[in-house]
């Protein structure tokens, strides 16, 4: 039976979420997706905050960085509310602060810097080389659509981005040989016509997908492992180039440790001509009872 909470149009739903209301001097209001686990998308309100922080800075400077906390579960049926502060304004650079609020309490902190592009020395690490084509590899919808289940559903219709992994997925089950490390391509459903600063916000949404797979492959669990929690603690990233969201994008993941119940993974992001277009970083809590 379709799921009415599934939306007709992924992607235009994106773009509506990142759509803030103006709701005064430096404060802005969003509405929330829909997610089967009852909790705000941590990429959702991380793009969300960026959206903000974007919109009280001159329009020739752009991100370079960003660095967040996710404090709070979000609620689906509350709306956020987006506080940015004006912590520098410089020649070259400008720092933002974003704190995204549900009734008051803190859901979410961003301090983000932005500079005015100049010429400079430039290297960036290659795309690794023999990585599978993205058209041959399977699809969520392909891996997913057939399970009458609510995450299920969603990951195989709701998302605005196509995401095939280049090794076996870890939807259902452990990947059958161990490894730290995973590279997964992704690219909209359907056309997605953006630049600028709502195109690093919409790069800043995906990159909270899949991520901490890593930290999961490590250890040979699943998504669907029992009684498995997770949750993203924090999420630092870089911008080194434009997103173009008309090709497939390469994540390219890695988890260099975990303890304490918390994992931390690293990823780059090369669009499909081996450019790097942002680096990541992200701590989260996974907690496994059976372990």
């Known amino acids: 039976m379709p799921d009415s909470r599934i939306p007709e149009d992924p992607v235009a739903e994106l773009l509506q979420v990142l759509n803030l209301k103006d709701s005064g001097e430096n404060s802005f209001q969003g509405t929330t997706q829909w997610m089967p686990g009852g909790r705000v998308f941590g990429g959702q ?9 974007s919109a009280t800075v001159d329009q020739d400077r752009r991100v370079h960085s960003l660095h967040s906390y996710f404090l709070r579960p979000g609620a689906l049926d509350v709306p956020i509310d987006f506080e940015v502060d004006i912590l520098r304004d410089g020649r070259s650079f400008s720092a933002r602060r974003v ?7 803190v859901i979410f902190s961003m301090i983000a810097s932005f500079q005015i592009p100049t010429d400079g020395v430039e290297h960036a690490d290659k795309m690794p080389t023999g990585v599978s084509e993205p058209e041959t590899l399977p699809s969520a919808k392909n891996l997913l659509g057939s399970f009458d289940h609510p995450v299920a559903r969603y990951w195989a219709n709701a998302r605005p981005f196509d995401l095939r992994h280049e090794a076996e997925s870890v939807y259902l089950k452990p990947a059958t040989t161990k490894s730290n490390e995973q590279a997964v391509w992704f690219k909209p459903v359907s056309e997605l016509k953006i630049d600028g600063p ?13 991520i901490l797979e890593s930290i999961m492959r490590a250890h040979g669990l699943s998504w669907a492992h ?13 911008f080194h180039a434009e997103p173009d969201f008309s ?3 390469l994540y390219v993941q890695r988890s260099p440790a975990a303890q304490s119940s918390r994992g931390l993974a690293t990823g780059q992001i090369f669009n499909r001509n081996g450019v790097l277009v942002a680096s990541v970083a992200q701590e989260g809590m996974m ?4 372990i």
């Open 45 to 53: 309100v991380l793009a969300q905050s960026l959206v903000a922080a």
């Open 99 to 105: 704190q995204a609020s549900q009734e008051s309490k």
């Open 198 to 210: 709502l195109a690093q916000a919409a790069l800043a949404y995906a990159s909270d997908y899949t």
């Open 226 to 238: 029992p009684s498995l929690k997770s949750a993203s603690l924090d999420h630092a990233m870089w």
């Open 247 to 249: 090709d497939w994008m």
């Open 287 to 290: 907690r496994i009872p059976a």
